[in-house]
């Protein structure tokens, strides 16, 4: 093995044993022979993984254990004509930055204390974004685009959208607008 090459390695499936799993359901041929029966909005890259033996498909984040994990999360949710919010909050050193983006730039900062670190996890659990999908999207020429970026202490991971919504939207935006005392939809 050389120093470019990695080495992923997969959960076996729950249901099978199977080691034959992947981390994103494979497309079928139907699929490829009508395009044009897919739907409108669809979701690339779900945070799930998929046995190649037995078809099952499970969550890749299960239990609230992976949020503890979480260092840093930037999540930014705006469009045309405006107002745009984004959120920056450094798990590490506790600094909670909200930023909107109007008529003018106005930036406030706080800490987060550990009770409000607990909180948050809580609400961030409940709202299931580590596994959202990777994409969301509807075709527009206006409305609300939105990013997630989160880091973990091994890799990260974006979530983003246009005019399309993961379950769960408004109670993560809602968490946001709460932990940074500022406004986010």
Request: hydrophobic share 30%.
């Amino acid at each position: 093995m050389t120093a470019n090459e990695v080495i992923t390695k997969l959960p076996p499936c729950p249901k099978c044993n199977s080691i034959h799993t992947t981390d994103e359901q494979p497309l079928t041929e139907e699929v490829w022979l009508f395009p044009i029966e897919q739907p409108q909005s669809f979701e690339k890259g779900k945070a799930r993984y998929y046995c190649l033996d037995c078809t099952h498909t499970w969550k890749k984040y299960r239990g609230k254990k992976p949020y503890s994990s979480i260092q840093k999360i930037e999540a930014f949710a705006g469009g045309f004509p405006g107002p745009s919010y984004k959120v920056k909050i450094d798990f590490e050193t506790g600094l909670i930055e909200h930023i909107e983006y109007h008529s003018i730039k106005q930036e406030n900062k706080a800490q987060l204390s550990n009770i409000e670190k607990d909180w948050l996890i809580t609400e961030l659990y409940k709202c299931d974004f580590l596994n959202w999908s990777e994409e969301y999207i509807v075709m527009a020429e206006d409305g609300t685009n939105w990013d997630v970026k989160i880091e973990f202490d091994t890799h990260c991971e974006i979530k983003t959208g246009s005019n399309y919504f993961p379950p769960k939207w408004t109670k993560f935006c809602k968490t946001m607008a709460k932990i940074s005392d500022g406004e986010f939809y």
